[in-house]
Structures are given as C-alpha cells and as structure tokens.
C-alpha cells in the first residue's frame, strides 16, 4: 500500500474521534469541515442559482450532520433524502433538521435506494474530494439512473488548476514526505477527465467553476446574520452536469 493510504482515516473513525473530544455541536461542524452556517448558505444560494425551488426533489449524497438540509427545511414541499457512511452525522442531521419528511440512511456502497428517475437534483458537496475517483464515477453513473430527464448533478472537487485547492495538495504532499499525520484522503479530479466521465454517462457538462470563483449569488431569500448578499466563492471548484434528454 502506498505511504499516503497506509496513514489516512476513514470518515466512521474521524467522526468517532472527533466525538470523544469536542462538544458535539462543535464535532458534527467540523466532521464536515467547519464554517457549518457560511457554507450550509453557499450551497443553498448555490442550487437556488441553478433552479432548486420549493417542490424540487433533491438526493444530498455525503449529506454530514445537515449543513445544507438544514437550509432546505424552509421549503415546505421539497422532498430531500440525504445519504452518509456515518451514523452519528446521519442522527445528528435528523435531529438538527426537525423534518420528518427529510429522510437520512445510512449506505454502505456508491448505489442510490431509488428504482426510478425521480430527481431534480443530486449534489455531492465535498464528497469526491473524499473518495477515489472510481468511487466518484459509479456514484455520478447512479446519479445518471435516478435523475430526471434534465435533472442536475452538483458537486464540488479538488483540481489542480484551482489556487484554492493547492494547500490541500501541499497537505498531501507533507504526508507523503513526512509520514506522520494521519488524515482522510484528498482526492483531486481533472476537469478534462470530468468531460469524458459525462461523455460516456449521458451527461452535458453545463458549467464548472473555478474554487476561487465568485460565482455564487446570496441573495435577500438565502442571507442570514452571518453571511450578508453579495457574491462568493466555494473554494472548491464546482461542476454542473445536466442529464441529456430534458
Ligand atoms: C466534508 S464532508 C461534507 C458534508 C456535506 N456534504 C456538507 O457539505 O456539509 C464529507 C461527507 O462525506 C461523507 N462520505 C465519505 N465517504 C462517503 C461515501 N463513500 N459515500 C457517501 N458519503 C461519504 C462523510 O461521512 C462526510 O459526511
């Protein structure tokens, strides 16, 4: 096994470690990276920006402890499933939702718990940056089989071309060299490889965005007291994907 592999953690231990040493509101933000509001409204302006409204029907793969279903319970007809390897963020999402017409499960395996092409939307924020890039394309070809015809696939990625993304590279690069720290795997995508990946699934690629890109529009509807209007960046680059056929 390579050197980097050999010291990473998984997500389920991270969590646990997490949990026996902070607060849990404090471990459920940072299991997801931090900045639990700012970036729970990114990702809520972000899709308002692509077309979600009330009434969407949304799949939030690698959804955490609810940073972006908990902007989502304001809409009284969507209809969201968030999905997640963790248990603890799985309970601590419902919890903090308060929908019980939200649903969270727990998998095991990149397949979606949906027969049908159902979906308006399946977003993958920060979750591609996590796993390996196969894992990455047989979840976006389970995407492909549960969205709608002209549904949207979102989510966020690691490349090299994006200056936001290389201290997380130079993190890399620092465990490979010095072999210590143990971590979880980051996991860097290239866009021109993400033209072929829709290529071959049946996808159109309809946008990708730079991570350092201001690109996302708060508007008065997704503005709260902590994250005034105006335009942001995500810091990890962003790609849209719109099923053919819509
Ligand atoms: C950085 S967090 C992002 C959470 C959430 N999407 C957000 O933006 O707040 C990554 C999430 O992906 C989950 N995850 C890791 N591997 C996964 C997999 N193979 N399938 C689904 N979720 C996964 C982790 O448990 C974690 O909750």
Redesign the pocket.
Known sequence: MSGQLRFLLG??Q??KNLLQSLPEDDAAAQ???GD?EH??VL?HALLRGEGLRDGSSIL?????????ATKLGRYPALRYLG????PE?LDYARRKVGRPDFHFEK?D??KMPLSAPVLDFC?????F???LPE?SYV?LEEAHRVLKPGGKVVF?FLEHASAASKPVFDANLKWVRERHVAG?LNTFLHRADLRVWAERIGFEVAALHLGESRFIEVDAECATPAVSEGLYALGQSVCVLRKRGG
């Not at 793969?61 to 972006?68: F, H, I, K, T």
């Not at 999905?83 to 963790?86: A, R, T, Y």
Request: some cysteine.
């Open positions: 997500y389920e991270l969590v299991a997801v990276g639990f970036f729970g990702e939030d793969v690698g959804c955490g402890s609810g940073r972006l999905l997640d390897v963790v963020l998998v395996a990149p977003v993958f924020f920060s979750v940056t996590h796993i894992e979840y966020s979880h």
